[in-house]
């Protein structure tokens, strides 16, 4: 079993800045991606940006250039920088840790832009 547990959002002016964290807990297969998606009201989840046990990172088009992905492998934490925030960020952040194995997410944190 394992647990994902975020933190770090909240409500952000346009152009400010936010920090994610997830804390993974449990038994976690060393081989891993770990990543975020958010689901803004009536939109569909997607992703934000993964990044795997080896480092390898990806984006939404979206968030390139703004948006850091990173990884603590030592405390099984992924955080997520997010500069220049807009209001289309908003959103709830779901954490997510993937193996071949299994699926696994967290309760969500919600990020608010102001105009």
């Known amino acids: 079993q394992v647990q994902l547990v975020e933190s770090g959002g909240g409500l952000v002016q346009a152009g400010g800045s936010l920090r994610l964290s997830c804390a993974a807990s449990?038994?976690?297969?060393?081989?891993?991606?770990m990543g975020w998606y958010r689901q803004a009201p009536g939109k569909q989840r997607e992703l934000v940006a993964a990044?795997?046990?080896?480092?390898?990172?990806r984006y939404a088009d979206s968030v390139k250039g703004r948006f850091t992905i990173s990884r603590d492998n030592a405390k099984s934490t992924v955080y997520l920088q997010m500069n220049s925030l807009k209001p289309d960020d908003t959103g709830l952040y779901y954490c997510n840790l993937a193996t071949v194995r299994a699926e696994n997410w967290g309760q969500g944190t919600q990020v608010t832009v102001s105009s």
């Open positions: 449990g038994s976690i297969f060393s081989i891993n991606t």
């Open positions: 990044i795997t046990s080896g480092g390898s990172t």
